[in-house]
Nanobody
């Protein structure tokens, strides 16, 4: 089970860190990612980390502002969000793939279908 937390109401330009805690299973060998869904829009890719944490990917809209990281000792995935914008307002979901230590193409990290397990999400609201 994945549980995202850390969302809240912030002002444009503020920072926020989201956490995704895994329970019932270890995710240290899984690819993990963050997706978000704004009201009335489709769920979109935000960021992803290879199972080792050595490779990360970002959507163009968040590149340079968001940082994904993982603490495998704590079985946790993090998303540090800086310089938040109103368009970042969304429910943020964390996700993990099914396989252990699997290698994907770069394009696969961006696809919802790569991820088997999903958390319920945490709401981030950025006011202007």
């Amino acid at each position: 089970q994945l549980q995202a937390s850390g969302g809240g109401l912030v002002q444009a330009g503020d920072s926020l860190t989201l956490s995704c805690a895994a329970s019932g299973r270890t995710v240290s060998s899984n690819v993990m990612g963050w997706f978000r869904q704004a009201p009335g829009k489709k769920r979109e890719f935000v960021a992803a980390s290879s199972w080792s944490g050595g490779t990360t990917y970002y959507a163009d809209s968040v590149k340079g502002r968001f940082t994904i990281s993982r603490d495998n000792d704590k079985n946790t995935l993090l998303l540090k969000m800086n310089s938040l914008k109103p368009e970042d307002t969304a429910v943020y979901h964390c996700a993990a793939d099914r396989s252990s230590r699997r290698t994907y193409t770069a394009a696969d990290y961006f696809k919802r279908g790569t991820y088997e397990y999903w958390g319920q999400g945490t709401l981030v609201t950025v006011s202007s």
